[in-house]
Nanobody
C-alpha cells in the first residue's frame, strides 16, 4: 500500500510564496504520473499541475507562470512551488500519484490560505 504524506501550506499574505511537498512511502517510478489538485469549499477538485510519466508538464491556466511542479524520484517526493500567491489560490491542495498500472493514490490534503 502506498501512502502519500503532504507537508507545507498554511496562511500567507497575497504575493507570498509557499512550497508543498508530498512524500511517497513507496518508490515513484519515472513512468508514473504525479500531480497536484486543489479544492475550494463548495467547488470541485481541479487539476493544478501534473508531470506525466513521459515528462510532460501541464498547468491550470490560472497558475501558469506562478506555480512549478517538480519531482525527485530518488527521494520519492513531489513538490509544488507556489509564487505570487493570490486569494483565489486559497484551497485544500492534494497530491496525486497515478501509477502506470492504473492504481491511484492521494495525499491527505493541505490547507493553503492566502489573505488579501
Amino acid at each position: 500500500q502506498t501512502h502519500l504524506v503532504q507537508s507545507g501550506g498554511g496562511l500567507i499574505q497575497a504575493g507570498g510564496s509557499l512550497t508543498l511537498a508530498c512524500v511517497s512511502s513507496r518508490s515513484i517510478n519515472s513512468i508514473d504520473s504525479v500531480a497536484w489538485y486543489r479544492q475550494a469549499p463548495g467547488s470541485q477538485r481541479d487539476l493544478v499541475a501534473r508531470i506525466s510519466g513521459g515528462g510532460r508538464t501541464d498547468y491550470l491556466d490560472a497558475v501558469k507562470g506562478r506555480f512549478t511542479i517538480s519531482r525527485d524520484d530518488a527521494k520519492n517526493t513531489v513538490y509544488l512551488q507556489m509564487n505570487s500567491l493570490k486569494p483565489e489560490d486559497t484551497a485544500t491542495y492534494y497530491c496525486n500519484l497515478n501509477r502506470w498500472s492504473g492504481a491511484t493514490h492521494w495525499g491527505q490534503g493541505t490547507q493553503v490560505t492566502v489573505s488579501s
